[in-house]
């Protein structure tokens, strides 16, 4: 299978998980808008973004909108935790009908370690 791990980064913060991302499972990794690829040559996508003001970046929004996409896993980072952060990724997912998402807080990816959300998403990838 052929990965993609496609982002968007205001801030820096996507940018670092995505790259941790596709450095442990060795898939090319892409920023929209800087980086040209062939989303044919792709089999699954790993979509990334920041939230503003409770959306993903407007360059993501039309990257899905735009690409008939399958297999699809949607990260975001954000500043909501908990419950507040678990809605705001519900709301985010089912606008773009995507079922496998996540949300990472500064919490989740700041640190190293076996036993962050960051390690264990990996892991299913
Ligand atoms: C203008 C602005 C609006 C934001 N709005 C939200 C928000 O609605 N919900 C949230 O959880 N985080 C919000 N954040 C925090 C960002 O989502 C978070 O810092 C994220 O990691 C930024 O990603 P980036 O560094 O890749 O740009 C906001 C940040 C900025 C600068």
Redesign the pocket.
Known sequence: MKTAVV?????????KVAKRISKAIDADLFKLGQDDFDTNAYDRFILG???????ISKAMSRFIESNDLKNVSLF?????NDD??AK?LEKIAQRYDIADAIFFN?CDYKTDGEDTKLSQYIKTL
């Open positions: 982002y968007t980064s205001k801030i820096g913060n996507t940018a973004s920041g939230v503003y003001a409770g959306k975001i980072t954000c500043a909501y507040k952060g705001q500064k």
